[in-house]
């Protein structure tokens, strides 16, 4: 028979879900999107558009690969968010974020007078839609005690 911490590790803990497992979807979720684009000089997007500036250097493989990396971080989160929630479960997770945001501005809670205050609440939206799709398979078995599965055939 298998002792109580031997059992910990047969790999249960790591199939649990918490709330930080949910914060370390979030965390990475949010890593790429704002690696990809943000309103600052420090993502992505910044650093290719500044290559095409007066005072630039042409592309180079270094601009390539850390696209291909950000590619397939978006594929990989993009596809699990998409297979967990579905179509319909993006655009009512949309509609949830977007109603969130309009309360909070509501209410006087959140500014977004600017066009950079504005795209940051978009981009953390988007964070978090992606962080609950990532989440939603386990959150879903929690509250239905069903498991989630592809079934291709």
Same mark, same amino acid.
Request: aromatic letters at 12%; proline letters at 2%; hydrophobic letters at 50%.
């Given at each position: 028979?298998?002792?109580?911490?031997?059992?910990? $590790?047969?790999?249960? =803990? %790591? $199939?649990?879900?918490?709330?930080?497992?949910?914060?370390?979807?979030?965390?990475?979720?949010? #890593? @790429?999107?704002?690696?990809?684009?943000?309103?600052?000089?420090? %993502?992505?997007?910044?650093?290719?558009?500044?290559? $095409?500036?007066?005072?630039? +250097?042409?592309?180079?493989?270094?601009?390539?690969?850390?696209?291909? &990396? *950000?590619?397939?971080?978006? &594929?990989? *989160?993009?596809?699990?968010?998409?297979?967990? *929630?579905?179509?319909?479960?993006?655009?009512?997770?949309? =509609?949830?974020?977007?109603?969130?945001?309009?309360?909070? &501005?509501?209410? !006087?809670? @959140?500014?977004?007078?600017?066009?950079?205050? =504005?795209?940051?609440? !978009?981009? #953390?939206?988007? %964070?978090? @839609? *992606? =962080? #609950?799709? @990532? %989440?939603? +398979?386990?959150?879903?078995?929690?509250?239905?005690?069903?498991?989630?599965?592809?079934?291709?055939?």
């Amino acid at each position: 028979m298998a002792s109580k911490s031997e059992k910990g $590790r047969s790999g249960r =803990a %790591s $199939r649990e879900f918490n709330f930080l497992s949910f914060v370390w979807r979030l965390v990475a979720s949010t #890593i @790429l999107v704002v690696a990809t684009y943000n309103p600052t000089r420090f %993502s992505y997007w910044a650093w290719l558009a500044k290559t $095409r500036g007066p005072d630039s +250097s042409d592309l180079g493989p270094e601009h390539f690969v850390v696209g291909i &990396v *950000l590619l397939i971080g978006w &594929v990989i *989160l993009l596809a699990a968010t998409q297979r967990s *929630l579905g179509f319909l479960g993006l655009l009512l997770g949309g =509609a949830l974020l977007g109603g969130v945001v309009w309360l909070l &501005v509501d209410v !006087g809670w @959140l500014n977004v007078n600017t066009l950079s205050s =504005a795209t940051w609440v !978009g981009l #953390i939206c988007v %964070s978090a @839609l *992606l =962080a #609950i799709g @990532l %989440s939603w +398979s386990h959150v879903w078995r929690r509250l239905t005690g069903q498991f989630e599965v592809d079934d291709d055939n």
